[in-house]
C-alpha cells in the first residue's frame, strides 16, 4: 500500500486561508482516488472532499462546498487541499486517505492513511 503525508496545517483566524498536501514518494499514487478527512474532538472522522485517480471528478461534502478545493498533481505525486474562508468548526485532525476505484464517503472503503495534520481555525 501507498504511505501517504500529510502537512501544511497549522492554526489561523476565521476568514483566513490553508493549503494541506498530501503526498507520498510512490508513483502509484496516480492509481488511487484520494479522499481528504477530519476529525474533530470527540466527534466521528467525516468525509471532507475526494477526487478519482486522474483528477477528472471531485466531490465534497456540503459544509465545505464553495470553500475548499481539492486537486492533485500526479506528476509531484500530491493531493492538495485548499481551504478558504475557514470557520472554526473546521477545526479538526485533517487526514488523507486512498483507495481504488470510485470516490466514497465513508472512511471504512478507504485502504490507507497518513497521520493527519492538525488545522486551527480560531475566532
Known amino acids: 500500500q501507498v504511505q501517504l503525508v500529510e502537512s501544511g496545517g497549522g492554526t489561523v483566524q476565521a476568514g483566513d486561508s490553508l493549503s494541506l498536501s498530501c503526498a507520498t514518494s510512490?508513483?502509484?499514487?496516480?492509481?488511487?482516488?484520494v479522499g481528504w478527512f477530519r476529525q474533530a474532538p470527540g466527534k466521528v472522522r467525516e468525509f471532507v472532499a475526494g477526487?478519482?485517480?486522474?483528477?477528472?471528478?471531485?466531490y465534497y461534502a456540503d459544509s465545505v462546498k464553495g470553500r475548499f478545493t481539492i486537486s492533485r498533481d500526479n506528476t509531484k505525486n500530491t493531493v492538495y487541499l485548499q481551504m478558504n474562508s475557514l470557520k472554526p468548526e473546521d477545526t479538526a485532525v485533517y487526514y488523507c486517505?486512498?483507495?481504488?476505484?470510485?470516490?466514497?464517503?465513508?472512511?471504512?472503503?478507504?485502504?490507507?492513511w497518513g497521520q493527519g495534520t492538525q488545522v486551527t481555525v480560531s475566532s
Open positions: 477526487i478519482t485517480s486522474s483528477g477528472s471528478t471531485t
Open positions: 510512490e508513483y502509484t499514487l496516480s492509481m488511487y482516488t
Open positions: 486517505a486512498g483507495r481504488r476505484g470510485l470516490i466514497r464517503t465513508s472512511p471504512a472503503m478507504y485502504d490507507t
